[in-house]
């Protein structure tokens, strides 16, 4: 039995999860999604999109939601409403549409394909996947610097006992 996919509406901000990470796109309307394609991003590329990392270009696309999404899962998720007012849907998709066939700057950590979405339909560019990088590797940083300082005193303490 298959899964039921989500029917999104105008303007909905499109989570699909890919091997190791999530892909962002917008839903303009009848079954299609803009989204913002480095050229890695190829549907169940998995962990051949890192390749995105490489990468500082990424065209703007207007695709089937099906193609975009292939065999991976995908839902609506416009996690920020709580947090942001939503711009009307007819001005996100239009401004969505737009940009597509651009060539716009893309980076993992500043302009990536979460960013777009935001900005599109909140008008605030952010991306929580690298928020959320960002805070794995300060505390894995705090957690090494802190087991160095305890084996540094550690070692001074025993060297004092001799």
């Known amino acids: ?29 009848d079954g299609y999604v803009v989204h913002l394609a480095p050229p890695s991003e190829i549907a169940g590329a998995g962990a051949a999109s890192v390749l995105s990392a490489l990468t500082n270009k990424a065209i703007v696309k207007k695709e089937l939601l099906s193609v975009v999404a292939g065999r991976d899962n995908y839902r609506v998720n416009n ?17 969505a549409k737009e940009l597509v066939g651009q060539e716009l700057p893309y980076s993992l950590t500043s302009d990536n394909c979460e960013h777009f979405v935001n900005n599109l339909r909140y008008g605030v560019s952010r991306s929580d996947q690298v ?4 805070t794995t590797v300060g505390v894995a940083a705090g957690l090494l610097a802190a087991a160095s300082l305890v084996g540094i005193l550690l070692a001074r303490s025993k060297r004092e006992k001799q």
């Open 1 to 29: 039995m298959a899964l039921a996919r989500p029917r999104p509406r105008l303007g909905d901000l499109i989570e699909i999860s890919r091997f190791g990470y999530e892909h962002w796109a917008i839903y303009v309307g």
């Open 79 to 95: 996690k920020h409403d709580d947090r942001y007012i939503p711009l009307p849907s007819d001005k996100i998709v239009k401004r």
């Open 131 to 134: 928020t959320g990088a960002f």
